[in-house]
C-alpha cells in the first residue's frame, strides 16, 4: 500500500501504545488492562461493576476476567450495593489504590511525553478528527445497508 488508511494509523499507533503500557505494568506484574481498571474505578466511592464495562469498553467476559484477577492479586474487593441489594460495588484495596497510583503516572507521563512533541494546536486538531470519526461510527454514518466494494 503506498498510502497507509487511516485504520492503519489507528490501529498500529494504538498496538504501538499498548505494547508501551504492558511493557510499563509488567514492571510491577500487571497489564494494561488491570491498570484501565485501576484507573476507571472510584477510589473512595467504589464504582458498580455494572458501570465498569461500559465505562471501560470492555465485554462483560473480559471484564469478568480481569476483575478475577485483580480480586486474586488483592487489588480489589467486592461488596454489596447499599443502594441496591442486587448490586455489587467494586472498592479499591490499599494495595489497588497504590497501583491505581502508579497506573495514573503511566499515563500521565504518556501524555506529557507526546505534549512535549506536539502543538497544543495540533492535539487540538487530534481530538477534533477523533471525535469526528467517533461521532460517524456511534451514529452509523459510514456503513449504510448496502456494502460497498472497494474498487
Given amino acids: 500500500m503506498k498510502e497507509k488508511t487511516i485504520d492503519y494509523v489507528l490501529r498500529s499507533t494504538w498496538m504501538a501504545i499498548q505494547k508501551m503500557y504492558n511493557e510499563e505494568a509488567g514492571r510491577k506484574e500487571s497489564t494494561?488492562?488491570?491498570?484501565?481498571?485501576?484507573?476507571?474505578?472510584?477510589?473512595?466511592?467504589?464504582?458498580?461493576?455494572?458501570?465498569?464495562?461500559?465505562?471501560?469498553?470492555?465485554?462483560?467476559?473480559s471484564l469478568s476476567r480481569t476483575l478475577k484477577s485483580m480480586e486474586q492479586k488483592g487489588l480489589i474487593e467486592r461488596r454489596p450495593n447499599p443502594e441496591d441489594g442486587r448490586g455489587v460495588l467494586i472498592h479499591l484495596t490499599p494495595f489497588g489504590k497504590e497501583m491505581r497510583k502508579f497506573s495514573k503516572g503511566v499515563v500521565l507521563r504518556f501524555d506529557e511525553a507526546v505534549r512535549e512533541h506536539v502543538s497544543d494546536?495540533?492535539?487540538?486538531?487530534?481530538?477534533?478528527?477523533?471525535?469526528?470519526?467517533?461521532?460517524?461510527?456511534?451514529?452509523?454514518?459510514?456503513?449504510?445497508?448496502?456494502?460497498?466494494?472497494?474498487?
Fill in 121 to 151: 494546536e495540533d492535539l487540538a486538531i487530534f481530538k477534533k478528527v477523533a471525535n469526528t470519526m467517533m461521532e460517524l461510527i456511534n451514529n452509523k454514518r459510514i456503513y449504510t445497508k448496502q456494502v460497498q466494494r472497494a474498487e
Fill in 32 to 61: 494494561m488492562a488491570t491498570g484501565f481498571a485501576l484507573i476507571s474505578i472510584d477510589p473512595e466511592a467504589g464504582t458498580p461493576s455494572t458501570a465498569l464495562g461500559p465505562k471501560m469498553g470492555m465485554e462483560a467476559t
